[in-house]
Every structure is written in structure tokens, then in C-alpha cells.
């Protein structure tokens, strides 16, 4: 939270919150309204309900949505996952790449469970070796994402993985890292994001998927 958007996000109609039968590239067309099939998946209000909302967190005026009380419910963490594997398993994912620090939380088991590797896009100098690095645009500054030079075979499908998307900027700088380096990025893959996101935007081209909104406050 906190960043500026530094891309193109255009939103799009979006299913209710549950996999949809897929086109031929597993995606809906840009500016194509997708029709739900069935109610919501009730695994997500749990989900939801998990999450704590922590007011004025990490500045005054921020309702942090805290996910580490959904990691101490194994059940509901475990919906979580399996709500993403549901949607890309068959997908044809040749890689998972996870947003540093929590998008290493879910992305590996993700990864794991629909049998693609995991790349991690980390913060400056905490990769060893040559790195390829993205800056991106924050409300008071900048910052960058790295990732391992050769991580990425060209032509291979990614999806990246985050906890929330709040302006896009961070998956915007994500997006152009991996797509440098050759990558075919499918969908970007969040557990929380503004209610904007729900209706499925569109960041650089590229689809945003969210399970649940963010709250402004604890139930």
C-alpha cells in the first residue's frame, strides 16, 4: 500500500468470485464481461473473516489487512491455496513468481501444487549472482524488484503472486521485470484487493485476480 500505479489498469466485468470455464489462452478476453456461473465459493467469506483489520498500521490513515491471523488457521490458509491451484491447475504455468515477503508465502505452494517452479522477485542486493532489476514509482520515493538472470526460459507462462494489490504499482514493476526477461505473464494472483479490483482490472495489459476485498474495519 502506499505506492502510485506506474501502468495501464483498465477494469474489465469479471466473474463472481469462482474458477470460470476457460478460453483458449485460459483467459477471458480484454474488455470481455464473464458471466457467473454459480454463487460465490463459501470458502471465501472464511477467508475474509480471517484477515485482521489493524487500524493506522504502518501510518496514521492505513487499514492494514493483516493476513498472518488467516496463517494461524490451517484450514482457511489451506482454502486460500487451494482456491489459486483450483483456478490455474491445466493452465499450462510454467512458473510462479512470488512478490517479496508474502507473496513468497503463498507462491511456493502454489508452484508445488500445479507443478511449476517458483521464482522469488526480491528487494535490492538480496540476491546473490546477476540480477535482472525493475524500479517502480511509491508515493514518497522509489523502489525495485530483482530477479536472478536466467530464472526465466522465454515464451514460459507465469503468474505472479502477491497478498494485496492496493494501486498496482508493485505488480506493474513485476510485470515489466519478468516480461524482459522473455515471459509470457499470465495473471497476477492476489488474496485481498481494493474493492476496484474486484471487477477483475487489467494492469499493463494483464489480468488481476483477488479473492476477497479489503476491509476498512474488523467485523
Known sequence: MGEEASCNAVSVMEAAKQQQPPKENGLAAAGEAVTAAAAPDPRLQGISDA????????????????????LL??????DAVDL?????????????????ARGFIFGPAIALAIGAKFIPLRKPRKLPGEVISEKYVLEYGTDCLEMHVGAIVPAERVIIVDDLVATGGTLCAAIRLLERA??????????????????????????VYVLVESRESDK
Open 73 to 78: 488457521r490451517p484450514g482457511v490458509f489451506k
Open 182 to 207: 522473455g515471459a509470457d505473464v499470465v495473471e497476477c494472483a492476489c488474496l485481498i484487493g481494493l474493492p476496484k479490483f474486484k471487477n477483475f482490472y487489467k494492469l499493463n495489459g494483464k489480468p
Open 51 to 70: 484477515i485482521r483489520v489493524v487500524p493506522h498500521f504502518p501510518k496514521e490513515g492505513i487499514m492494514f489487512n493483516d493476513i498472518t491471523t488467516l
Open 84 to 100: 489459486f491451484v483450483e483456478r490455474y491447475r491445466g493452465m499450462g504455468i510454467d512458473a510462479v513468481a512470488g512478490i517479496e
